[in-house]
């Protein structure tokens, strides 16, 4: 049995968006399958709310980020802005001049130090294709499809995808999914190396759990220096990217972590990892 197998917490969020922890796994589920999960301001809220929970919470080490029903997430709820039924800014008074856009889902997710892996049990566009690149892993349902409909709709990707897609795919590909608005299937989606891992549908939940707990069973501190270095690395000289990850390494050589990695190699064991 898995050192990290315990029975989940309640989820404690209002509907539109659930949150428990089973051992050192965080899920946190968009949950408004009646409108495929398209984000509405209380939603909004609590999404980055629930980010911000699992980042902070020193049991966790790895996040999974999912939806309810057939989408994962179909984007932000147009139908209910149009009618001014909701308001997608944060904050009460908030403008397009002065919006917190640090305290919204995308830039906590990207700050995440601690694995994300999104569990795409649905498709993803707009808005909900921008959440899906802005994890670590994806997983994907082979029914799903992502859609990258933006100019379709007469905007942009306003949250992250105009930054991620170029990294992933490279400026011509990206400007061709971008300018053209396409849909891809699962497999397209794969072949181009926007997911991971490409899976029946039912079994998209237990693939990225499968993943979760291997990775939560490695030494914590390590993953997630990992991770920020990787994120540092997009954006640095090679040069001065290596001595910023031996200033992260020297920390690491101090930890009860690392002694334990090395005792357990010797004795031919699987180490067992506090996070310390």
Known sequence: ????????????????????????IATVTLNAPQRMNTISGPMLKQLTEALVRASEDPVVRVVILTGTGRAFCAGLNLEAQSKGKDNLSVGSGATPTNIDLRNTPPPVLHAMDKPVIAALNGSAAGYGLDLALGADIRVMGQSAKLAASYAKRGVLPE????????????????AELIFTGRTLSADQSLEIGLVNKVVADADVMGEARDLALEIAANAPLAVQAAKRMMRMGWNEPFNEHVHHVFLQLLPLMQTEDMKEGIKAFLEKREPVFKGR
């Open 159 to 174: 949250s992250g995808g105009t930054w991620y897609l170029p990294r992933m795919l490279g400026w011509a590909k990206a």
């Open 1 to 24: 049995m898995s050192q990290f197998a315990a029975q989940p917490t309640p989820a404690v969020m209002p509907d539109e968006l659930l949150y428990g922890v089973d051992g050192a």
